[in-house]
């Protein structure tokens, strides 16, 4: 009998390899014959799976955000059940950035699509909707906080989860060496201290 072919196996074998592409030559480099060559398959078996770059890219990126949640998902079982929400925004930083192999992939990989996207109207909406999701997430946290009595009635919900998600902008700052990881933690854990303590 012939081997039955897993599909979406086959794609996500293909979306770490245009990751390894991405991470180790950048997205200019990750044609598609390149990331073929990467997978070891052929051009035609690629184009099987993905008619074009922006539908591989378009996968990767939802592959990655996967892995991105289930980062956290793990992160969240080695806390206090139930997670103070302190403890859950902190592990959910931490995996946004790039500080070990596993992040900085699939942090390469969103810069990529970013960049991107700002050029492709489809990509552009697509990519609009999850981090909006993302946001929402945050900031629903952060209102069921203030609601438990964790964070100071007085604070902006809005606001905050705008300045919990700035933090993500240290990914440039980590990826060129510019500051530690120790200093972006560093970083985090004073913004949280900040806004779970009470106010003065």
Known sequence: MPK???HRERREAIAHALWRVVEQQGWPRATMREVAREADVSLGQLQHYFSSRTAMLTFAMEFAAEQTSARVARGLTGLDQPPHPRDVLRVVLTEMLPLHPDARATSR???AYVLEALHDPELREV????LREGREMVERLIREAIADGQIPVDRDPAIETDLILSLTGFTPLLELGVIQP???????????DRLF???S
């Open 4 to 6: 039955r072919v897993d």
């Open 109 to 111: 990989m969103n810069a």
């Open 127 to 130: 990519a609009g909707v999850g």
């Open 182 to 192: 120790r200093a972006a933690l560093a970083a985090i854990d004073q913004q949280l």
């Open 197 to 199: 303590s009470p106010s």
